[in-house]
Nanobody, 122 residues
């Protein structure tokens, strides 16, 4: 069992930056791949980024490549999403997720946080 709690969302102007954090419970978090997803109003939840258990391998959706960076600290049981050059279309509720073993952009995740709102004003 893994419990995930996101933080770091907020209101930012276009071009600004935010760093989302995801705190994971459990002593074996290093056994889980982690990902970030987002859901904009009226849209389905969408993949944003994922990171392997070791942190070596990452994947991103095309629209955030070069602007967002996913990272993790397995000692602190934390996952981060650094978001730079934010645009109004990045406005969404952002969710942290975890999956035991391997994961990629199309994977199904087993554990989800409650979400944190990110709003980018133009």
């Amino acid at each position: 069992q893994v419990q995930l709690v996101e933080s770091g969302g907020g209101l930012v102007q276009a071009g600004g930056s935010l760093r989302l954090s995801c705190a994971a419970s459990g002593r074996t978090f290093s056994s889980y791949a982690a990902g970030w997803f987002r859901q904009a109003p009226g849209k389905e939840r969408a993949f944003v980024a994922t990171i392997s258990r070791s942190g070596i391998t990452t994947y991103y959706r095309d629209s955030v490549k070069g602007r967002f960076t996913i990272s993790r600290d397995n000692v602190k049981n934390m996952v981060y999403l650094q978001m730079n050059s934010l645009q109004p279309e990045d406005t969404a509720v952002y969710y942290c997720a975890a999956k035991e073993g391997l994961a990629g952009p199309g994977s199904s995740y087993d554990y989800w946080g409650q979400g944190t709102q990110v709003t980018v004003s133009s």
